[in-house]
T-cell receptor
Framework: KAGVTQTPRYLIKTRGQQVTLSCSPISGHRSVSWYQQTPGQGLQFLFEYFSETQRNKGNFPGRFSGRQFSNSRSEMNVSTLELGDSALYLC?????????????FGPGTRLTVT | EDQVTQSPEALRLQEGESSSLNCSYTVSGLRGLFWYRQDPGKGPEFLFTLYSAGEEKEKERLKATLTKKESFLHITAPKPEDSATYLCAVRSQGAQKLVFGQGTRLTINP
């Protein structure tokens, strides 16, 4: 069974630009969550989608947004990039968060903002 | 607010030297405690889920246990390939998100 895939794996952007990251969950998983990982802050929750609806959102500015499609694939977008947005962005999928099921992570997208 | 604290931050062991990693948590109604392993430059790899105090799970050289306030990840006779950062996370009854600790960076020397 294929795992969670994320594209692209690496990105270099300039301050002020915007970026879109993509995530394909494990087949049959309907929930997708996004996390930001930095050396200083560790893993921080961005948002979660289930059945195309955002169910939870972390404490990030409105520049961070996302969506989920009918096939459960998800995208996240960051507008007006800042240097502090440089991080590893991780996507995780689970069967149904309402049951407390575990999340499986993808390899991440390494975003560097210069 | 849900909180997770892991200790120690880093641990260096000799091959075969058993030890334990600690995860202390504060959560309003535990709906699951999760252990992950993360290698450099990769996404976290799921290891265990624990749901209630007294529960134990095992996988190869790893054993996870859970009390009402903390969880332990016991590593028995570790090998160099067990070197990684081990992350603990909790999910509370009132939220769907996972709250992660800062992790324990484990190094096993041959």
């Amino acid at each position: 069974k294929a795992g969670v895939t994320q594209t692209p794996r690496y990105l270099i952007k300039t301050r002020g630009q915007q970026v879109t990251l993509s995530c394909s969950p494990i087949s049959g998983h309907r929930s997708v969550s996004w996390y930001q990982q930095t050396p200083g802050q560790g893993l921080q929750f961005l948002f979660e989608y289930f059945s195309e609806t955002q169910r939870n959102k972390g404490n990030f500015p409105g520049r961070f947004s996302g969506r989920q499609f009918s096939n459960s694939r998800s995208e996240m977008n960051v507008s007006t990039l800042e240097l502090g947005d440089s991080a590893l962005y991780l996507c995780a999928s689970s069967l149904d968060p309402r049951t407390g099921s575990e999340q499986y992570f993808g390899p991440g997208t390494r975003l560097t903002v210069t | 607010e849900d909180q997770v604290t892991q200790s120690p931050e880093a641990l260096r062991l000799q091959e075969g030297e058993s030890s334990s990693l600690n995860c202390s948590y504060t959560v309003s109604g535990l709906r699951g405690l999760f252990w992950y392993r993360q290698d450099p430059g990769k996404g976290p790899e799921f290891l265990f889920t624990l749901y209630s105090a007294g529960e134990e799970k095992e996988k190869e050289r790893l054993k996870a246990t859970l009390t009402k306030k903390e969880s332990f990840l016991h590593i028995t006779a570790p090998k160099p390939e067990d070197s990684a950062t081990y992350l603990c996370a909790v999910r509370s009854q009132g939220a769907q998100k996972l709250v992660f600790g800062q992790g324990t960076r484990l190094t096993i020397n041959p």
